[in-house]
């Protein structure tokens, strides 16, 4: 599930791309006054129903595997926290593509870096102790670890907890805020 909402979520910045460059649909859009952040999470939201039904099997399956318990909506909670990030990632970076055709090789490569080579698949015990800082940084792999430890997959200490919650709403607020305030929003 986390891979799948990170991935739609930077698979955000495709869209923008495409509706920025191409239709030109983004300059109305400027041109009224729709602020960013709204136009960011429209977008985001209707991206959002193409994977619906992938995450309605994956919940379904979490249900067949006892693994809804009561502690599911706050793990739920903890994957919208990493769409957010990595819808207002898309957005922000997509203000930066100056090319349709590069969009969505720059949102499959990002995709892969933030969920494949991160512990998202993975405990993040395989990595080796004096790397581990290095994916700590990564929001998707406190995602994952939230996740793993309120479905109880895993257990971790609270301080890694609260590093993890730490760094999750850091880097969901920075990005929600360079999406709002740095993006390129205005009329040239």
Known sequence: MISILVSQGLFLGTDVTHNRLLYKFQDFCVASPLPATDYMLGLALSDLAFVTP?????ICLFGYFH???????????????????SSAFG????????RSRS???????????LTVLPPVFYPIQLIPSSYRFLA??????DVSILVQSELGLQSYSWIQLVLSWMVLLGSTTLFFALAA???RWRQP
């Open 54 to 58: 992938s995450l309605a099997v994956l």
């Open 67 to 85: 693994l809804i318990t009561w502690s599911f909506p706050l793990a739920f909670v903890v994957m919208l926290f990493g769409w957010l990030f």
């Open 91 to 98: 957005f922000f970076l997509s203000m930066f593509i100056l």
């Open 103 to 113: 969009a969505y090789s720059i949102t499959s490569l990002l995709s892969a870096l």
């Open 136 to 141: 700590y940084v990564v929001p998707t792999t």
């Open 181 to 183: 305030y740095r993006a």
